[in-house]
C-alpha cells in the first residue's frame, strides 16, 4: 500500500505487539503527548509539528489502519485499549498527556477511564461515540466514501494534497474500504457507546474538549452531550472549522499546546 | 428427472408499480421509498405470482424456486419460506426451492426448523441454498457486514449440525452459544434437504461449497467468469473428496421463447431493460458494505464496474449473461451448448422476466414446457443411447 508522507521530522518505527506489526511515528522532545487518530490517517499530521517544538509527540497507527497490520480478531474498542497497554509497555511510557480525535478520542475516553492515573492531561477532539437523547447525531457508515472528504472539513484545499488526483484511484479506493471495515467491526452495530457515560465521572485528570464549528460529520452540538458527563471539562470550539479542526486551523493547535503546558 | 435432466422456473417477485420519476432515485434497494408500495397492488401481484409458479409444474417444469431480499421493489419475498409454505400444497411433484434465506438473517436453529418444516409439509421435496445475501441485505438488517463471512460460515455448520446429529447437542461457538439444540420437527429427507451455496462467485463461498459437498450456482457474474467457477469448483470439491454430480450445478439462464427470434426478442427486451437499468439499480455502496468483501475484491468489481458503465443494451447483456431469447430451437440449441460446456442437464430459468406481464409469463413457460423440455430431454436420452451402444 502507499505509504503516507509524515513530516520529515517524525521518526517512523515499526513495532509488533501480540503478533501484529505496527507503525509508530515520533518526534520532538519533552514531555510525552500520544497522539490517538480517527478512522484515518491519510490526511497526515502536518498538524502535530507545532507540538514536537515542546513535546516528545508520539502517534501510534491503530490496527487496521494506514501501514499498521488488520486483526479482524480485534472487535471492540477494549480489544486497542489493551492494544495500547502493550503497546505502552514496550514503548516503556508510563505517564503521558493523551490526545484523541474522533474515533480516536473514544478510544482515549476509553483508555482514561480505565488507566486515568497514566494520563496527566486529556483532550479529546471532535470525539465519536456518545448518544444524546434526541441529540445530533452523526453516522460515518451512511456517508458514501466519495462524499466522506468534504464532509470532514470547512475548507476542501486543507486535504486536496492527499486525495488522488482521481476521485476513483483503485488503491486509495481500496485502502479506505479495508478502513472502513476495521471501523465497522467495531461500531457496525452500535455506532454509540451505550456504557462510556457511566464511567466518564472517572476522568478526573484536567479535560479539554475541541470542536469545529462547523463540523458536517459530528455537529458541535455533540460537545454538550460529553459535557452533560464531564461538567469540569473546559470547551473551546473554533469558527470555519470542519471535523478536521486541528488540521484546519492553526489556533486549534496552539489551544492544545497551551492546555497541555 | 430420472433422465438427468432438470428444469427449474425461478421467480423474483418484482413490484413493477413504480413511480414515473423512479429513475430519480440512485437504487431500487435499500433506500427506495417503501411509500410507492402499494398493498393493493401486492395482493394482485402475489396471487398471480404464486399461478405462474404453481403453472411452471402443470407445463412441465421439475422444480420452481425462490429467494430472499429485503427493502426492494426488485423482490417481494422478505421471507421466501412463506411463499414456499404456500405454494406446497397446490404443487404434487415439483420441487420446492429455497434459494434462499440468507442464515446469518435469522436464528440458525430457525432457519433449521422452517426449512424441516417446509421438507415435511411437502414430504422431502424442499431444496435449500445459503446465501451470503447481497451487501444491500447488511444495509437493511441488523447484523455486522465485517463478520459476515465468519458468521456465515457458523450459521450453516449450526444448521447441518441441527439436521445431521440426534438433539439435544449444543454449540459453542463465536457467534451463537446453545445450550439445547434439538429442533423439531427433523427433515424430511436424510441426511437433510439437498443443498446449495449461491455466490456471485468470491472464491469464499466456492470453496465452501466444495469443502461442504453442496451444489453451486454462480448468479449475476459473466459467462466467462461462471465457466470459470465452474472448473474451480470440480477441481476442489474432487479435492475434497466428493466429485461434483452434474444435478449440483445449476445454469442459470434468462429465457425468453416466442414463434419466431424477432418477435421474442420485441416481448422480451422491454423487461430485460427493466431488470438491468431499473430492478437491479444500486449504488457501489450498498453493494459493498465495509467489511463485506475483501479488498482486492472490492478493487477488481470497482475496475468491471467502470468498465460497464454506459447503461443497458441487450448485446452487451446477451454477450456477458447467459441470456436464451429466440425460438424453440435456438432456445434448445444454446441451452444444449452451455449444458455441455457446464457439464449439468440443470437448468434454472429465469422466465419471468422483470416487469414482464401475466400473458407473457404464461406464453413463455407455455412454450417452453412444450417445445423446449421434451426436446432437451430426449436429446439427453438420444445422447445415452449413443454413449451406451
Known amino acids: 500500500m502507499a505509504a503516507v508522507a509524515f513530516p520529515d521530522q517524525f521518526k517512523r518505527e515499526t513495532h509488533t505487539i501480540n503478533g501484529l506489526k505496527t507503525t509508530v511515528l515520533s518526534a520532538g522532545k519533552g514531555e510525552p503527548l500520544v497522539f490517538m487518530h480517527g478512522a484515518g490517517i491519510w490526511h497526515g499530521i502536518n498538524f502535530a509539528v507545532p507540538w514536537t517544538q515542546k513535546f516528545r509527540v508520539i502517534i501510534p497507527l491503530h490496527p487496521g489502519f494506514g501501514e499498521a497490520d488488520d486483526d479482524p480478531a480485534m472487535s471492540e474498542i477494549h480489544d486497542y485499549v489493551m492494544h495500547y497497554l502493550d503497546l505502552f509497555d514496550a514503548l516503556g511510557l508510563d505517564k503521558f498527556h493523551l490526545v484523541g480525535f474522533s474515533l480516536g478520542g473514544l478510544l482515549a475516553a476509553n483508555f482514561a477511564v480505565e488507566h486515568g492515573h497514566r494520563i496527566h492531561r486529556l483532550v479529546l477532539v471532535g470525539p465519536a461515540g456518545l448518544r444524546g437523547k434526541e441529540r445530533p447525531k452523526g453516522d460515518f457508515f451512511l456517508l458514501p466514501p466519495e462524499e466522506i472528504p468534504g464532509m470532514l472539513v470547512s475548507n476542501f484545499d486543507v486535504i486536496k494534497q492527499f486525495l488522488p488526483e482521481n476521485p476513483k484511484d483503485l488503491d486509495f479506493m481500496g485502502e479506505r474500504y479495508r478502513e472502513g471495515g476495521t471501523l465497522a467491526r467495531l461500531l457496525w452495530e452500535h455506532p454509540y457507546d451505550t456504557k462510556l457515560p457511566r464511567y466518564l465521572h472517572r476522568l478526573t485528570m484536567p479535560t479539554l474538549l475541541v470542536w469545529g464549528e462547523d463540523d458536517k460529520l459530528l455537529s458541535v452540538q455533540n460537545a454538550d452531550i460529553w459535557r452533560q458527563y464531564l461538567p469540569k471539562a473546559e470547551l473551546q470550539t473554533f469558527k470555519g472549522a470542519g471535523h478536521l479542526v486541528l488540521d484546519e486551523k492553526r489556533e486549534a493547535v496552539d489551544a492544545v499546546q497551551r492546555f497541555l503546558s | ?389
Not at chain 2, 435499500?30 to 405470482?49: H, I
Not at chain 2, 433449521?112 to 446465501?131: C, H, I, K, N, T
Not at chain 2, 449461491?198 to 465457466?227: C, D, H, I, N, W
Open chain 2, 1 to 389: 428427472m430420472s433422465d438427468g435432466v432438470r428444469f427449474d422456473f425461478m421467480h423474483f417477485m418484482p413490484y413493477p408499480h413504480l413511480p414515473e420519476n423512479h429513475k430519480d432515485y440512485h437504487s431500487m434497494w435499500v433506500d427506495f421509498p417503501n411509500k410507492f408500495y402499494d398493498p393493493k397492488k401486492g395482493a394482485e401481484l402475489y396471487k398471480r405470482y404464486l399461478a405462474e409458479l404453481i403453472l411452471a409444474e402443470k407445463v412441465g417444469f421439475d422444480a420452481v424456486v425462490v429467494n430472499e431480499h429485503h427493502n426492494t421493489a426488485y423482490s417481494m419475498m422478505a421471507a421466501p419460506n412463506l411463499i414456499a409454505a404456500a405454494i406446497i400444497p397446490q404443487m404434487k411433484k415439483a420441487k420446492i426451492c429455497v434459494w434462499g434465506t440468507p442464515p446469518n438473517l435469522e436464528y440458525p436453529n430457525r432457519l433449521a426448523e422452517e426449512y424441516a418444516m417446509l421438507d415435511v409439509m411437502s414430504e422431502g421435496r424442499l431444496e435449500v441454498a445459503f446465501p451470503l445475501g447481497t451487501g444491500m441485505e447488511y444495509w437493511a438488517n441488523p447484523i455486522n457486514p465485517a463478520s459476515a463471512r465468519a458468521r456465515y460460515r457458523e450459521s450453516i455448520d449450526i444448521i447441518l449440525q441441527a439436521w445431521t446429529q440426534d438433539g439435544p447437542t449444543t454449540y459453542y461457538g463465536d457467534f451463537y452459544t446453545y445450550r439445547y439444540l434439538n429442533p423439531w420437527p427433523r427433515p424430511y429427507q436424510k441426511p437433510h434437504p439437498p443443498c446449495y451455496i449461491v455466490g456471485t462467485g468470491s472464491p469464499e463461498t466456492v470453496e465452501l461449497a466444495a469443502r461442504l459437498g453442496f451444489g453451486y450456482s454462480a448468479v449475476f457474474v459473466s459467462k466467462q467468469r461462471a465457466f470459470e467457477l465452474n472448473q474451480q469448483l470440480r477441481r476442489s470439491s474432487a479435492e475434497y473428496g466428493h466429485p461434483v454430480r452434474p444435478e449440483q450445478l445449476p445454469l442459470q439462464v434468462i429465457t425468453y421463447v416466442a414463434e419466431t427470434k424477432e418477435k421474442a426478442e420485441e416481448e422480451a427486451i422491454p423487461h430485460l431493460r427493466f431488470f438491468f437499468e431499473d430492478a437491479l439499480r444500486t449504488t457501489p455502496t450498498f453493494l459493498a458494505p465495509p467489511g463485506y468483501l475483501s479488498v482486492a475484491e472490492l478493487k477488481k468489481r470497482a475496475a468491471l464496474a467502470d468498465k460497464l458503465h454506459g447503461g443497458f443494451s441487450f448485446d452487451n447483456v446477451n454477450e456477458s449473461f447467459f441470456v436464451a431469447v429466440g425460438t424453440a430451437d435456438q432456445v434448445v440449441a444454446q441451452l444444449e451448448e452451455w449444458g455441455g460446456r457446464m457439464g449439468t442437464s440443470h437448468y434454472n430459468l429465469l422466465a419471468a422476466i422483470g416487469d414482464m406481464p401475466h400473458w407473457k409469463v404464461v406464453k413463455n413457460l407455455s412454450l417452453i414446457g412444450q417445445d423446449v423440455i421434451p426436446r432437451v430431454r430426449a436429446g439427453a436420452a438420444a445422447e445415452r443411447r449413443v454413449a451406451a451402444e
